[in-house]
């Protein structure tokens, strides 16, 4: 019997045990750590569906030798403004992270990069790599396929997946834009966190396998779920696809592996980065200062009935992060109980995570 309650972890107990895992799991420390800190940035910023509740998937597929634990992309093709790689099928999120370095790297050199990585895996919150580029001054564009779980508009079998597309552009004093989004109506992360921690879905999001809306996590699961404003998220979702997949090389819709339910092969998922210097155009001062004035008078815009403030793209997940940093990240008791089960698994110390009652 396990005597402790879902509760709030400190950021960096969270990360170290988590580090902890996937070294157990077979990985170097570097990509270790970067799937550690990658999973709980995302908890950090309320991104909760793909934080560490990816922890036993990940380790799962790991066991199964379905990736490559040996960190060895290659360049197969390159240009000063470009970079094809291949990821030999190794974590996603350390991939991704080098391509979107590399892609930094090429902008600051030429005013551009653009990197294409394919033969890769589920690289989490696109989010993240986004602010690598914004950091460094650059607008940036990041976008990755997914295993299908959304029909195009139309039509009610899987094709596509849930496709994200993010960006980001830096400001001056305000605070720098982060947009992240699935292309269907919600990430089916929060479908599949609400099917872990027993909780119904609000109607609209999917479709049960009879192809009729449901609010039952479960039955959501196996059917499908829906792009965000209809043919508009399809036609985005497909833009997702042809860049990361057909651009890139690697599977697209239905021939990419299921990270969940195929777990006898590797998911060749393809990632896109395209990477601008913010400076490109105008001097950076001038073009922050001109972002600080669109932000201040979007914000003043005045509110609708029942509106209470307006968002600027990535400003709630921000506000989470700060709330977050400073009391702890919440998991779920069914979240919990899950690491606790990886961690016997390899043998590792639950008790950082754990909060007894
Ligand atoms: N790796 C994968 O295969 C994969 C697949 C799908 C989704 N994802 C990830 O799932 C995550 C969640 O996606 P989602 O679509 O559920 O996000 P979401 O709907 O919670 O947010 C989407 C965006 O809208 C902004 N936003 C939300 N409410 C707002 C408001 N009231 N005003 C202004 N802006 C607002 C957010 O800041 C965010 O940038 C993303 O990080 C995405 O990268 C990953």
Redesign the pocket.
Known sequence: MNNYQGERVPKENLETFVEEIFLKAGLDEEQSKLIARHLVF?NL???D??GVSRVGIYTKRLDKNLLNKKFEPVIKRESPVSALIDAQNVS?IPVATYGMELAVEKAKKSGVGIVGINNSN???????YVKKAVDNDCIAI?T????SNMPPWGGKERFF??????YGVPAGEEANI?????????????ILLAEKNKQEIPLGWALSPEGTPTTNASKAVDGVVLP?GEHKGYGIAFLVETLSALFTGAAFGPYIGD?YKELNHSQN?GQFFLVMRADLFQELETFKKRMDQIIREVREVPLMDGAKK????????METAKEREENGIPLSLEVIDELVQVAQRYDVEPSLIQTYV
Do not use: Q, W
């Open positions: 995302a910023r309320g991104v569906s793909h996603g589920h690289c989490g919150m696109m989010a993240d990041a990755t396929n997914a295993p997946g849930t496709n994200p597309f993010s982060l947009f992240d989004m699935a292309t269907s109506k919600v990430a089916r992360g929060k965000v990270l998922v307006i968002y600027l793209p990535g400003e709630m997940e």
